[in-house]
């Protein structure tokens, strides 16, 4: 019988029944797969309420997208300007002003929201 995970125990039990069910051959709309929607959401739920992902500051996001387009941090002077700027906002000494947040926006396609995050 299903029912919401309160405890690390029944989240453990959960995690292995899924595990099991990915197993199986399973066809849609059966009872198995129903049984692995089911504790699929139970276990997203369970997680998201004890182990939140935090979102990534906006000196995270913007070295993680210079990485993903396997660009070297001194590009963001080109984006931004001067290299002082760059290091300065690399190393959380300088905030960004909203011209720089868009100017990202538009040239490296970081979400706004990632930009405009806490430091």
Do not use: C, W
Not at 64 to 93: D, N, V
């Amino acid at each position: 019988m299903l029912k919401v995970i309160k405890t690390e125990q029944e989240y453990e039990v959960a995690l292995e029944k899924a595990y099991l069910l990915m197993q199986e051959e399973i066809e849609l709309g059966t009872k198995q797969a129903d049984e692995l929607d089911l504790i699929t959401l139970l276990i997203t739920h369970y997680e998201d309420s004890h182990y939140p992902i935090l979102p990534p500051s906006p000196i995270e996001a913007i070295k993680f997208r210079l990485e993903q387009l396997g660009k070297a941090p001194s590009e963001l002077s080109k984006i931004l300007g001067a290299r002082s700027r760059q290091s300065e906002i690399l190393s959380g000494k300088r905030k960004l002003s909203l011209t720089m947040i868009r100017k990202l926006h538009e040239v490296l396609n970081i979400p706004a929201k990632s930009l405009i995050g806490v430091y």
